[in-house]
């Protein structure tokens, strides 16, 4: 039987909302209520108090043996109403004994948590009044198994809650029941009939089509979206996340599970990237995760930055190592050893290797799915040279590519520039990136990095060549990375209130077929012919080098498969009905921006081609132009953080002394205004780049403009901002 301390444990790993809260003994329902009325668990302002109810069903053509009904603690409702509603003829409050031998506890004890003692979760019917999900901040209050201890959850995590165990629910408005209720929503499974037919387990009402209301924006069901992205974006990104079979929570804070979705994100990543690299002559290569204290220690300097977030193996079994063992925070300090053994001479000139792996660095922050991980994939690729002008090349080439995978790829737009002395890399000798923004809280965000790391670590490593000249140098590094935050910052740009905007090129489905018109007078022939033509489509395309499928679920109906490609991002949706295949047609829609239209079959594979082409190219245009509607110009300090709290991020002619930005930071951190995203940091604005492509009009005239900050002479224009 599940304990307390076990459910606690679950929901701190997968890091909900939720607090446990002793109190004195209460015997009855009343008790309860009364003390937790009066002594409320601190830091919960918003809650309500719940009530589980188990009713025997009667007759009817409701299958389960169960129904678990939960509502306000204090709220009442009509019982058998709830089970003819369901399906049933009618139904009463089970007694003690039923729920013992259902719930494995007491019936006070009941709640929606008790159903983890229930082994076969199809013998029951889970019903919950819509209200208790109406604010997804509120936290719901169960008794935590015994009269002593109570648990408050956020309301939205008792959903993801429901969600992980398999548990299916029906939403129902039960205080209207009585006057003829509409029907229950669909959960993550229709099971709710329209308004005045039955409902059975299977969600098969009159016809025997499966019936599924369109995601409502408020309230009941936990199939689509329940926030808006411009009211709780961090609880948005949350849900459009494991909504959608990205990601899942793992035991382990800060580390998450990246689900084939997402996994297929990065896989056309790297095989873009992979195949560019290896144009430009770079090798694929694997070296150790694990790194000797000795190694890590050799660049004090560079290794500074990362000790705090460094993780140790310090035992084998029961025993403690002689030495300690670092998981790589990054490779420099893995790689240079070898890399010290195996260069000689200029012949040996350039070595250019990269790794894809992963990294691990111990983050004491909020953590956030892709953005901020205390493991994390990657790529790292690191160069040496015999000369400066090889090395500063193959930086811009790689910071290129890094460019070309967010714009061409995932249609996110970035500038490119090179990072203040404050912010380059460690022990480099500049750092160069592609710095993205999120328009929705105003931030930016470091997309990818491309370091000169000059002679500094060729120094520490002792990485000489014989010159052809017979004089011995020290190589010339780079090292450049990107991460799996890339899935991250695409998720934030594109997606809606709806869920996920797919560009096409990532979107492992690019185009979802429907058949339609499939109903319970339609004949076998008729329903063949359908299925036929539906199926000749997903083959069309699929031969055409579209990523194609048919959804031919039976048991659902085209609206629920409408939301549930919709919150997923597929690009396209086909439809494919009766009138259709009489016109040699098939129906478009499009994610990206809801437009419809009708395709001829004639061509039909080459025309989507041009349809996602198109989709890509308008998804990145209107990211670009939300991201400029963002990027404000400013000359002066007068108006830099009234333009910060506006939400964006700021061009203005700069010293690039360290002391002053150091100086920006901190004014621009005491004076800042409402935190939009309560996950992402809290700072004042620091730069972001110095953007290769400076102003045209009205350009940096030298010794003439000054710093925005300090007055000093500007030497460049520079972007601003908070950031991620």
Not at 66 to 82: H, Q, S
Not at 388 to 397: M, R, S
Not at 415 to 427: D, L, M, Q, T, Y
Not at 575 to 584: C, F, H, L, Q, S
Request: hydrophobic share 40%; proline share 5%; charged share 25%.
């Amino acid at each position: 039987m599940t304990s307390v301390d076990a459910l606690s444990s679950h929901l701190s790993n997968k890091g909900y909302r939720f607090k446990l809260h002793s109190h004195s003994p209460c015997d009855s329902a009343k008790a309860w209520i009364d003390t937790l009325k009066s002594n409320a668990p601190s830091g919960v302002a918003d809650l309500t108090l719940t009530k589980t109810i188990v009713i025997k069903p009667k007759g009817g053509t409701l299958s389960t043996s169960a129904i678990i009904a939960v509502t306000a603690a204090e709220a009442e409702f009509a019982v058998g109403a709830l089970a003819k509603h369901l399906g049933a003829k009618e139904g009463r409050v089970a007694g003690d004994d039923v729920v013992t031998s259902i719930l494995q506890v007491s019936k006070i004890d009941a709640t929606l948590f008790s159903l983890l003692n229930v082994g076969d979760k199809s013998t029951v019917t889970v019903a919950i009044d819509s209200t208790l999900f109406a604010k997804p901040t509120t936290y719901l209050g169960f008794r935590a198994f015994s009269g002593e201890q109570s648990l408050f959850v956020g309301a939205s995590n008792v959903q993801a809650f429901l969600h992980d165990q398999g548990i299916e629910f029906i939403s129902v408005d039960l205080s209207a029941l009585g006057a003829g209720a509409p029907a229950a929503s669909a959960s993550s499974q229709p099971k709710a009939a329209p308004a005045g037919e039955k409902a059975t387990k299977s969600g098969k009402g009159k016809g025997g089509a499966a019936e599924a209301a369109p995601a409502p924006t408020e309230g009941g069901t936990r199939l689509g979206m329940e926030v808006a992205k411009s009211e709780d974006f961090s609880l948005w990104y949350q849900q459009v996340l494991t909504k959608t079979e990205m990601m899942d929570y793992y035991d382990i804070s800060g580390c998450y599970i990246i689900r084939p979705a997402a996994y297929k994100i990065w896989k056309e990543i790297q095989k873009f990237f992979g195949e560019s690299i290896e144009e430009l002559g770079v090798e694929d290569c694997y070296f150790p995760m694990f790194v000797s204290a000795k190694a890590l220690e050799r660049e004090k300097d560079h290794i500074e930055g990362f000790a705090p977030e460094v993780a140790w193996v310090t035992k084998a079994g029961s025993t403690d190592l002689a030495e300690h063992i670092a998981v790589r925070p990054t490779s420099e300090t893995v790689m240079y050893p070898a890399y010290s053994k195996w260069i000689t001479s200029h012949r040996d000139l350039p070595l250019r290797l990269n790794q894809w792996c992963n990294v691990v660095r111990w983050e004491f922050k909020n953590p956030q799915p892709f953005l901020r991980t205390r493991e994390f994939l990657w790529q790292e690729g690191h160069s040496a040279f015999a000369n400066k002008p090889e090395a500063d090349a193959e930086v811009l080439a790689i910071l290129d590519l890094y460019r070309r995978v967010y714009e061409e790829v995932l249609a996110v737009p970035v500038v490119p520039g090179k990072k203040s002395e404050n912010e380059k890399f460690a022990g480099g000798l500049y750092t160069t990136t592609v710095e993205g923004f999120i328009p929705t809280t105003g931030r930016a965000i470091q997309g990818a990095t491309s370091h000169c790391l000059g002679q500094n670590f060729a120094k520490m490593f002792k990485i000489t060549f014989e010159s052809e000249s017979g004089t011995t140098e020290f190589a010339w590094q780079n090292s450049w990375g990107l991460t799996t935050r890339t899935i991250g910052v695409m998720v934030m740009v594109h997606g809606d209130d709806k869920g996920l905007v797919l560009p096409p090129r990532v979107a492992s489905t690019q185009v979802v077929v429907v058949p339609l018109g499939i109903t319970g007078k339609t004949t076998e022939a008729e329903r063949k012919k359908i299925m036929d033509k539906a199926e000749e489509v997903v083959a069309t395309l699929k031969a055409g080098g579209i990523r194609a499928k048919g959804d031919f679920r039976d048991n659902y109906t085209p609206p629920f498969k409408f939301n549930h490609w919709e919150l997923r991002g597929v690009p396209i949706r086909l439809e494919v009905g009766p009138k259709d295949i009489a016109k040699n047609e098939v129906r478009s829609v499009q994610r990206f921006d809801g437009a419809a239209k009708q395709l001829s079959m004639d061509g039909l594979a080459a025309t989507v081609k041009g349809m996602l082409q198109n989709i890509q190219d308008s998804m990145f245009n209107k990211a670009k132009a939300e991201r400029d509607a963002h990027l404000v110009r400013l000359e002066t300090w007068d108006n830099f953080v009234k333009t910060l709290d506006g939400k964006n991020i700021i061009l203005a002619p700069w010293c690039e002394r360290v002391e002053c930005e150091k100086d920006v930071k901190e004014r621009s951190g005491k004076q800042a205004g409402t935190v939009v995203d309560e996950k992402a940091p809290s700072m004042g604005a620091k730069t972001l780049c110095i953007p290769f492509k400076q102003p045209t009009e009205n350009p940096l005239k030298p010794g003439k403009t000054k710093c925005f900050a300090c007055n000093h002479n500007a030497v460049s224009y520079t972007l601003w901002g908070r950031s991620y």
